[in-house]
């Protein structure tokens, strides 16, 4: 399993000064132009740790993808926490999805297609390299300085959500540009 502090030494790896501050400056802006329409849907304690599900906006906000993170923590994240992913984003499917299988990181990765799972992103991510994408980046944000325990306290009562696996989230855009509501790009 990977940690956090893992991730980005991958993003410094091989990269210049000047390439990094660009890379987190544009995660960040992201972030601060997503910040208020995220939400934490549920948080649940499981063995050896806390599972978290976000939902996280694409940046034109029409449609909203599901970033679901189990820590190995049941109090408090550091950047030696260790962490696994679900993201239903087409980013993170194609260029990470692979990489953070491989780090035994991967939550659900029987919710996206095979292909994605066994074969290397040769085109999108040669190197193989572990980082974030702009939704999982915001979800990581958005919990960082958050208690666990309260979180999973504030959502006793609650069910925990359903979650579209990468096959449904296409189809839900798809529909989605059919009917007009999303741009066909």
Known sequence: MITLRQVLKNIIHGQSGLRIKAIIADLENTY?????????NYAMFEVGGTTVYFKIPSQ???IFYDIVV???????????????VYSNSPFF?????????????????????????????KVRNPLEITGFDKHVYAALKTISKTNLEDLVKSFETKSEPNV?????????????KKKGLLNKS
């Open 32 to 40: 601060k132009q997503l910040q208020k329409d995220i939400s934490i």
């Open 60 to 62: 034109d906000k029409k």
């Open 70 to 84: 189990w820590f190995k923590s049941q109090s408090r994240i550091t950047l030696d926490t260790e962490f696994k």
């Open 93 to 121: 499917a194609y260029n990470l999805a692979y990489v953070f299988n491989k780090e035994d990181s991967l939550l659900f990765p029987n919710y996206y297609p095979a292909i994605f799972i066994r074969q290397p992103p």
């Open 164 to 176: 579209f696996n990468f096959e449904e989230k296409v189809k839900e855009t798809d529909y989605l």
